[in-house]
């Protein structure tokens, strides 16, 4: 038996009160924002903490919140019932007031040692701790294997990557270093999530999350996840290591489709065939299909051809914006050409491409955001996504916004979901940023060309006809009812 047998650990995504405007998305995404039908990602970095605990042989309980609809009372009666010694509590920035709760309820409630986790407890650890007298501490970063030093008893001034309180003074050890091997972390710990509360209408179901890499080696602004938590060098895991999580979640799971959802999956291209020809090795492309992220500098045809082979039926790039000139705001390194060549590949290979743009960027102009129109209107994915720019604490634009003072409400942390504009452009105001949103959304989904190609695949099979459908529902309750 081990000698953590004993120890109990809970490790929780908070109540999000959205106050009846949707759901709360924080665990597992890059940008925290609220939305209005119910699609929550897997938070695969909690099963992740929650793998490493385990095989420490540390009981452990992970309760998703938000994915079980659960009240704050409801949360605080759970983990009295767990009776923990130690509880983790994921945060963000425009819940950290709302986690803040949580955490002292909890603290009341249980005893036990309570924790932060996430980008914004990373960025303001001392401030935390300074303010909230129940905290025990802040794990900054990556988090799993700080959270197994703590649990399993190391002394707290020897944990890297921990923030903690020695009687009234508030210590900050060094940073952690990145986890190096991959290959050593076991898999999630999947058995402890509900995976139906995780499925989108885009993929085919049931399906599963997997993380070949992390980490992103580019330097764009408004980007959180590479400045704070992940680091800005691509570690990966082994192609064997990846498929051999595959094989698990098709055996145990009956999962029928694979979301890879690291920062860049398609971008180094001996690795991305060295992935594909191990599934093709293995015989998965006949089991399952799978998505990616790549990245729009990377338009060579001859990987995307082997991604298709292999069972790749979906890639979302970051296009972000039109404009050139805003593209160098943002320190986004792409050639607007080579997106063009992406989406060609993309297409000849018979993979769905999916880009995602931004708007009110600093300095941004009504033009600006007409080229970024425009060109979304000639690329033709099959998708695109278009969100507010966030310029979250941690971020190089968040710093350039508090010198620069194009912030509209610098420390107003709820505000910060996505729901809003949260940079002064200066030539935009509010009200026109809003409705230039939902025209971007609009002028791209309600084009003739798109509905004949959508109304096509939906007659193609049945599930085309789910999904094809689920997706008309959500654009229509998300975007028609406005006015």
Same mark, same amino acid.
């Given at each position: ?7 109990k ?8 009160d959205?106050?009846g +405007?949707? =759901?709360?998305?924080?665990s597992?995404?890059?940008w ?11 938070p ?5 903490a929650?793998?490493v605990?385990?095989?420490e042989?540390?009981?452990?309980k992970v ?11 409801q949360?605080?009666?759970?983990a ?7 509880c ?6 425009? =819940?950290i007031d709302?986690d803040l709760? !949580?955490?002292? $309820?909890i603290?009341?409630?249980?005893? !036990?040692r ?5 980008a914004?407890?990373t960025v ?9 007298p129940?905290?025990?501490?802040v ?6 294997l700080?959270? %197994?030093?703590?649990?399993?008893g ?6 890297a990557?921990l923030?903690?309180?020695d009687?009234?003074?508030? +210590?900050? +050890?060094?940073?952690? $270093? ?14 402890q999530?509900?995976?139906?509360k995780?499925?989108?209408h ?5 399906s ?12 764009c602004t ?10 800005h060098?691509q %570690?990966?895991?082994?192609p064997?290591n ?14 029928k489709h694979i979301?890879f ?6 971008? +180094?291209?001996?690795y ?6 191990e ?5 998965l ?11 729009i500098?990377q338009?060579?045809h001859?990987?995307y ?6 069972g790749?039926?979906?890639i979302?790039?970051?296009?972000e $914006?039109?404009?050139?000139?805003i ?8 050639d607007l050409?080579?997106? %063009?060549q ?11 491409i ?7 960027f600093p ?8 080229? $970024?129109m ?14 507010y ?7 190089k ?5 508090v010198?620069e ?7 107003d942390?709820?505000r910060?979901?996505s729901c809003?504009t ?6 935009i ?5 809003e409705?230039?949103?939902v025209?971007?959304? %609009? ?5 003739p060309?798109?509905?004949m ?5 939906a007659l193609s !099979? ?9 997706g008309a529902?959500?654009?229509f309750?998300?975007f028609?009812?406005r006015q």
């Open positions: 038996m081990s000698k953590h047998a004993k120890t650990a809970l490790i929780i995504n908070p109540v999000w959205t106050r +405007n949707g =759901t709360g998305c924080r597992n995404t890059r925290p924002h609220i939305r209005k039908d119910k699609y929550l990602l897997f695969i970095y909690l099963a992740y929650a793998a605990l385990e095989r042989g540390v009981r452990v309760v998703d919140a938000v994915a079980e609809e659960l009240g704050l009372r949360l605080v009666k759970q009295k019932a767990e009776a923990p010694e130690y983790f509590i994921e945060s963000s920035t425009p =819940t709302q709760k !949580s955490s002292m $309820s603290k009341e409630a249980t005893g !036990s309570v924790f932060l986790i996430g914004h407890p303001f650890h001392r401030e935390l701790m300074k303010e909230n129940w905290l025990d501490g794990v900054r970063g990556e988090f799993e700080t959270m %197994r030093d703590i649990v399993c190391l002394e707290y001034p020897l944990i990557g923030t903690y309180r009687g009234t003074e508030v +210590n900050a +050890n060094p940073d952690r $270093s990145p986890i190096e091997n991959l290959d050593d972390m076991p898999f999630p710990a999947w058995h999530f509900v995976l139906k995780y499925e989108s885009l993929y085919v179901r049931p599963a999350m997997v993380i070949p890499t992390r980490g992103c080696p580019f330097q408004y980007c959180l996840w590479p400045q704070v938590l992940y680091g060098r %570690r990966r895991r082994s064997g990846v498929c051999d999580e595959i094989e698990m979640l098709i055996g145990l799971y009956g999962v979301r959802d690291d920062d860049t999956f398609a971008l +180094n291209k001996q991305v065939i060295g992935c594909c020809d599934m093709i090795k293995r015989g492309h006949r089991k399952i299909t799978w998505n990616c992220f790549g990245h500098t338009p060579d001859e990987m051809e082997r991604m298709s082979e292999a790749c039926t979906k979302a790039v970051g296009v $914006s039109g404009s050139e000139r593209l160098k705001v943002i320190n986004k390194p792409i050409e080579k997106a %063009r992406v989406v060609r590949s993309c297409r000849r290979a018979g993979i769905e999916y880009c995602d743009f931004m708007i009110g300095y941004e102009t009504e033009q600006d955001i007409r080229k $970024s425009d060109l979304a209107i000639e690329l033709d994915p099959d998708y695109i996504q278009v969100s720019a966030v310029p979250y604490p941690g971020t634009m968040h710093s350039d916004g010198r003072k194009f912030l509209k409400y610098p420390a942390w709820e910060y979901s809003e949260m940079i002064d452009t200066g030539t105001d509010a009200k026109r940023l409705q230039m949103y025209e971007f959304w %609009r002028r791209f989904y309600l084009r060309a798109f509905i190609r959508n109304a096509k695949k !099979s049945a599930d085309n006809m789910k999904k094809v459908s689920r529902v959500s654009f309750n998300r028609m009812r």
